[in-house]
């Protein structure tokens, strides 16, 4: 038993362990360190303490995004003008491990590359990590949200914004209601 | 007597005693049954007239001319405050930032407009679809997260 418990000890203090907290150093870090000193990229990184202020507030007509401020634990973004912006998409895609992130949504038309990924949570219906990549001719844009995630929660955000997504939307509910009917 | 009295008070002309007698004449027994109509009205009056002029002299009596003067100048302005109160409270609440602190609002902002930004491009921004060669739409969205539960 001792052992067992020195031997806890010793891989917490190494880091070991597999933690959900553990700010991840994976591509997104590292795209930021690499363009930290470039005018040309924005870089916001919004602390889950600031995410908590955030949400500790009461506001009168953020409504819609009470909910996803409520299950956000960071935001990590970054954006900018680049004639690499294809580049960068492929960089991205290429070095997320595949077996943490899954493919949510892609989309390719003639003025950009468009990505979604996510990593799953713990929790049924949830994802720890939603990740979107966005490569163009002149611009790239990468943006990280971490936390207890409900897709619907975000996807209901911009929906007043988008008839066509409500239609997606809708039938999203049909299929809720057709796994119930499974179950 | 009767009669000249009525005339003289119709005309404004009776003195205060003169009245005085005019109400105890009309409140006799032998007086004629045509003046009975105005026993009440001068009981009526005689007390109405002495109410008013004991409240006029009570008043000077209390206030005095300066007090006066500051009273209709302290009720103008409690006046004049209400309704300015009054006429405030109808205008429609100022739109004010959520945090004390700039960066903290800008933060804020920024967020919203990130998480605005995520949500469109979920939802399938019509704007570039004229040549989309790939697309999953989120019906498969529902069914990868489901199939995670079930994995789980």
Not at chain 1, 90 to 103: C, G, H, P, T
Not at chain 1, 142 to 151: E, I, K, T
Not at chain 2, 14 to 41: A, G, I, N, V
């Amino acid at each position: 038993m001792k052992q067992y418990i020195f031997l806890l000890i010793g891989l917490l203090s190494l880091n070991l362990l597999p933690s959900r907290l553990h700010a991840q150093n994976d591509i997104i870090d590292r795209l930021m360190d690499q363009y930290a000193e470039n005018d040309d990229f924005t870089q916001i990184r919004i602390s889950p303490s600031l995410i908590r202020l955030f949400a500790s507030k009461e506001k009168k007509g953020d409504e819609k995004f009470a909910d996803a401020i409520d299950q956000m634990k960071g935001l990590r973004l970054i954006s900018g003008e680049t004639a690499n912006g294809y580049r960068h998409f492929d960089d991205v895609v290429n070095s997320l491990d595949r077996s943490q992130y899954e493919e949510l949504m892609s989309m390719k038309d003639e003025d950009e590359n468009l990505l979604f990924l996510v990593k799953p949570s713990d929790i049924p219906g949830k994802v720890s990590e939603l990740i979107m990549v966005i490569g163009g001719q002149d611009s790239f844009f990468l943006m990280s949200l971490d936390g207890q995630l409900d897709l619907e929660s975000i996807a209901k955000i911009g929906e007043s914004m988008d008839i066509d997504g409500m239609e997606n939307l809708e039938r999203l509910e049909e299929l809720e209601e057709d796994d119930e009917g499974e179950h | 007597m009767i009669e000249k009295l009525l005339h003289k008070y119709w005309q404004g002309e009776s003195s205060q005693e003169e009245e005085k007698q005019l109400r105890e004449l009309l409140q006799r027994d032998d007086t004629p049954e045509e003046y009975w109509k105005y026993r009440e009205m001068f009981a009526f009056y005689e007390t109405e007239s002495g109410k008013k002029r004991q409240k006029k002299q009570g008043i000077f009596f209390f206030l005095g001319k300066t007090n006066r003067r500051l009273w209709q100048i302290g009720i103008s302005v409690a006046a004049a405050i209400v309704m300015l109160v009054y006429l405030n409270l109808d205008q429609p609440p100022q739109e004010k930032t959520t945090f004390s602190d700039p960066e903290v609002e800008f933060a804020y902002e920024e967020t919203k407009k990130a998480l605005m930004l995520m949500s469109q491009k979920m939802n399938g921004s019509k704007k570039h679809t004229r040549k989309i060669r790939k697309v999953k739409s989120l019906t498969d969205v529902f069914t990868i997260v489901n199939k995670t539960d079930n994995r789980n």
